[in-house]
């Protein structure tokens, strides 16, 4: 954190809505990006990362610092998302849509035109298989690989944000990896048995 951001961070405690705001144009994108990869849409990855931020802004004054301002952000906008997905009983993670955020774009799929048509519908193929995947994994593996392998969060990070020791993430993220491993197997057996 920034000495500005501490400045701004002290300001957003003592009720400063400018300070606030400055505070979470830094990290708006990434937390709106946790939410969408949790919940899958875009409408309703917008409605938690705006519920998260008016979660933070109402607690914010009550913040210890015991973290840092991201890991205690990123954590809400979890927490807030599973009690949505909770409440809705839903299992949605798409992994290869192109996410608008504010003026700019991120897209996690690029389509590569220098393959044949049958690679590119195999990488297709392969890419709905793990999306599919992913929405089968239990929820505590399923988020702590979503926070590793796509958000690219480290180890330390993702304990922190969770709050669960280093070595339970290490552990959830490789038996998260090897059911996903097994889910695609399997996925791919049946349909080259189809065809």
């Not at 849409?41 to 802004?57: G, L, P, S």
């Not at 009550?62 to 809705?88: A, H, P, Q």
């Not at 590119?120 to 702590?144: G, W, Y």
Request: glycine letters at 4%; aromatic letters at 8%; hydrophobic letters at 35%.
């Amino acid at each position: 954190m920034t000495d500005g951001e501490k400045i701004w961070l002290k300001q957003s405690k003592a009720g400063d809505l400018e300070s606030f705001e400055r505070l979470i144009e830094k990290y708006q994108h990434v937390a709106y990006n946790i939410a969408y990869r949790m919940v899958g849409n875009e409408e309703d990855a917008k409605d938690m990362t705006q519920e998260a931020f008016i979660k933070v802004f109402k607690s914010i004054s009550g913040f210890r610092e015991d973290s840092s301002f991201s890991t205690w952000l990123y954590r809400i906008v979890m927490n807030t998302c599973k009690d949505e997905l909770r409440k809705k009983k839903l299992k949605v993670v798409s992994i290869d849509r192109e996410i608008e955020v504010g003026e700019s774009s991120v897209t996690f799929e690029i389509p590569d035109y220098t393959y044949s048509p049958e690679t590119v519908f195999e990488k297709k193929q392969l890419h709905q298989m793990l999306s599919k995947a992913l929405t089968d994994l239990p929820e505590q593996n399923r988020i702590v690989v979503i926070m590793r392998d796509v958000q690219g969060f480290s180890y330390e990070a993702i304990a922190e944000c969770i709050n669960i020791p280093v070595g339970t993430v290490k552990s959830r993220i490789n038996r998260g990896r090897h059911m996903l491993r097994e889910m695609i197997t399997k996925d791919r057996i049946l349909s080259l048995e189809i065809l």
